[in-house]
């Protein structure tokens, strides 16, 4: 029989099947969310109001109840393992005593235990791994997993596999690539699997995607696809004890807002709809992160993996295109989550023109002309003013080089007001404040330059799509095509 017609028949016969599924074997969702650090020390309360923020969307969505097992930190032991900071709970005088001669670092912190409801076990990987054997039986053919990752992750720590990274589980162990993709392989190959990991070094998860994790043995014949804060070799941004939910921004703050129109605070945000279709996609929402995150992070999906290690850009006379293509032609390449991307990064990092991927370029890897020194870093102006205050109040009260004196104890206690209108009153103060607060909800270097990398990343993977299409590998183009169509469904 034709191969083709073959495979004509197969399709035509899967969806016979899917039509005429009886009620009963109805395809199911499961869940398993992977939630904390690895020691007390390292289980900031972030990590706990994602999974409670996860929870409280699966409530929202589906009507009736779903299975969403959960492993955080020690699990169930009633002892103190969750680190959390309260900056407010903390006397204004010694919040502004810290600011000033001393380090605001670890000001509010303190440890109680998680409250977290209906937590399987502890994130030990003996217990991870035993998930998935109990559930190999229960998790169908046509079912859904989601796995949900907000923890802390490491890079390999072998040179030779360096997208080998791991998840950072409770007692200093680890979770690796491998052994998740192990795991994985103990459930029924027809089970489409589908991640979401905010992890640091969490990009070598994609590699999930493989038979072993290993690219030379091809797609794993179970679907997989993932969504990721950042790659194998950089961190991620999210991690603190913050119990302040307004000051979080981490990929999935920003993915699950896309999903449900609504952030963690309950405020309505702009639904990426992109394709105008009525539906948000993990793509749109991944699409989204991209675009209006001001995180240190490059986040990536399994297709970006998927591209850079079966495509290549041309050269020369080569038929394939060139990384270097101008804008016109990459957007008309472009799918309307990207076109949406391109443009409103463009916006953001003031580029125009036709050679914006080269100005990107030329922005991130600058030219050093030679002889050319490079400038000493001079302290922000509020930095200056924060100092200059500080003079001022030592002139005023000497003890202050101390603050172990009693005077600085005293302006702690029954002399307070005098202490924070001397600060309130300095001529620098207002100043100071209004450049502190610009500060926040200004970029950083580091969140700026990796603005240009998403543009670029972008922009190359589109580049690329097309070459692997250039290059007529039917086979690669299958699976990517596979894997485009998983990450284009919904929650």
């Given amino acids: 029989m034709n191969q083709t017609f073959r495979r004509c028949i197969h399709s035509i016969l899967g969806i016979t099947f899917i039509l005429f599924l009886p009620a009963s074997v109805q395809a199911k969702n499961f869940f398993l969310t992977i939630g904390g650090g690895y020691l007390p020390s390292g289980n900031q309360a972030s990590l706990e109001r994602n999974v409670l923020y996860f929870q409280r969307i699966l409530g929202e969505r589906f009507d009736s109840e779903i299975q969403h097992d959960i492993y955080f930190a020690d699990g169930n032991d009633p002892g103190a393992d969750l680190q959390v900071m309260d900056r407010m709970s903390v006397p204004e005088p010694n919040r502004l005593m810290a600011e000033f001669f001393a380090t605001q670092r670890n000001l509010g912190l303190n440890y109680r235990n998680h409250d977290i409801a209906d937590v399987r076990d502890s994130t030990k990987p003996e217990n991870l791994k035993q998930w998935f054997k109990d559930k190999s039986g229960e998790i169908q053919a046509g079912d859904r997993l989601f796995i949900y ?148 992070d490059f986040p990536i999906k399994t297709s970006d993996i998927f591209l850079d290690e079966f495509s290549e850009f041309g050269e020369g006379e080569s038929d394939l295109l060139p990384n270097d293509l101008e804008y016109d032609q990459v957007l008309e390449l472009a799918t309307a989550s990207e076109k949406a991307i391109l443009a409103g990064l463009s916006e953001q990092l003031e580029l125009n023109g036709n050679d914006r991927l080269v100005d990107a370029y030329n922005f991130l890897h600058p030219e050093k002309k030679e002889g050319e020194k490079r400038k000493p870093r001079q302290p922000p102006e509020r930095e200056k003013l924060r100092m200059k205050i500080r003079e001022d109040l030592r002139r005023k009260w000497p003890e202050l080089s101390n ?35 610009q500060a926040n909800t200004e970029l950083n270097d580091a969140e700026r330059k990796v603005k240009y990398d998403r543009f670029l990343r972008v922009a190359d993977h589109i580049i690329l799509r097309e070459n692997l299409k250039r290059k007529q590998a039917d086979d690669q183009l299958n699976s990517l095509n596979q894997i485009l169509e998983l990450e284009r469904s919904s929650l």
């Fill in 149 to 296: 990752v907000t923890s802390h992750g490491n890079g390999s720590s072998d040179k030779k596999q360096p997208y080998n990274t791991t998840i950072a589980t409770w007692g200093r162990t680890s979770l690796s690539v491998k052994e998740m993709s192990e795991s994985l392989d103990l459930l029924n190959d027809q089970v489409t699997v589908v991640v979401i990991m905010v992890q640091c070094h969490a990009g070598g998860f994609a590699r999930l995607m493989y038979r072993g994790a290993d690219p030379e043995q091809g797609v794993s014949p179970q679907p997989r696809v993932g969504f990721f804060a950042t790659v194998h070799d950089r961190p991620a941004a999210g991690c603190t004890p913050d119990i302040n939910e307004a000051n979080y921004a981490e990929y999935s703050s920003y993915f699950f807002a896309a999903l449900t129109g609504t952030d963690r605070l309950g405020q309505p945000v702009e639904k990426p709809d992109y394709d105008q279709d009525g539906v948000i996609s993990f793509d749109e929402a991944h699409a989204y992160v991209i675009l209006t995150a001001d995180t240190i």
């Fill in 403 to 437: 603050l172990l004196n009693p005077t600085p104890i005293e302006l702690l206690t029954n002399r307070q007001d005098e202490f924070i209108q001397a600060i309130k009153e300095n001529e620098s103060y207002d100043r100071y404040t209004e450049l502190k607060e």
